[in-house]
């Protein structure tokens, strides 16, 4: 499997994603430049987390509009999948790749800590390793994680099968006191409809080496690979 990671002005997690997918694949992911206007030929694409543009006028606003935004969505288009974690997830989104948008957490505080999410929907190379119902733990590290959209869209998000994870409280129960942000019906992270797209706020990247505490993130990786090699 190929990958390319974009990487903005204040992007600080695409070292991480390097090594996760290094890791999983072998094979050394590319590094592209916002500003360029060209992708190399990959399997994969990752938008990843950090503060690109020092998240000024609004998370990810700016970032949609670089150059190599557009090739990003033009292979979105043509089936490549693209995962965008955190910052990425608000990148993605406001450059339309996805429904809705991501606010500022509910509780007007920057939130960092290890989070349990469960598994809504397996059908996918992203999730395929997980079982549905699966309780994870990520990483989530972040002041606009907020996921806010319509009821209706909502509605459409589960009826369609596109929520990918969903905030709990623990490994046992959903519980309000589990979602880390307001997301509107927890949603941690979805899929666009043909769920060749991911985007979600917790890190998967993070969660791959045991020395760190916590694989729960290996799966995303080792399953991509093996459905895109």
């Excluded at 503060?51 to 090739?71: N, Q, V």
């Excluded at 960092?112 to 590290?141: M, W």
């Amino acid at each position: 499997m190929k990958a390319a990671i974009v990487v903005f002005p204040g992007s600080n997690r695409e070292r991480d994603a390097v090594a996760a997918l290094e890791a999983a694949s072998g094979t050394k992911p590319y590094l592209v430049w916002h500003r360029d206007t060209e992708l190399p030929k990959v399997d994969l694409i990752v938008v990843p987390g950090g503060f690109s543009y020092g998240d000024y006028l609004r998370s990810g606003a700016m970032a949609a509009h670089s150059p190599i935004m557009r090739e990003v969505k033009a292979r979105a288009d043509q089936g490549v999948r693209v995962l965008g974690v955190c910052n990425g997830f608000q990148i993605i989104t406001e450059a339309g790749l996805l429904p809705g948008a991501l606010m500022r957490n509910g509780a007007l505080k920057f939130v960092c800590r290890v989070q349990h999410l469960r598994v809504e929907n397996t059908d996918s190379p992203f999730t395929a390793k997980y079982a549905k119902g699966q309780i994870v733990r990520y990483p989530v590290a972040h002041g606009d994680g907020n996921y806010w959209t319509d009821a209706e869209t909502v509605k459409r998000l589960d009826g369609e099968g596109q929520v990918a994870f969903r905030y709990v409280a623990d490994e046992t129960r959903a519980d309000p006191r589990g979602n880390p942000n307001g997301s509107a019906s927890d949603i941690a992270g979805i899929f666009n409809a043909k769920r060749t797209v991911l985007g979600l706020m917790p890190h998967p990247e993070d969660a791959v080496e045991g020395l760190h505490g916590n694989t729960d993130g290996k799966p995303m990786f080792d399953g991509l690979v093996e459905a895109l090699s």
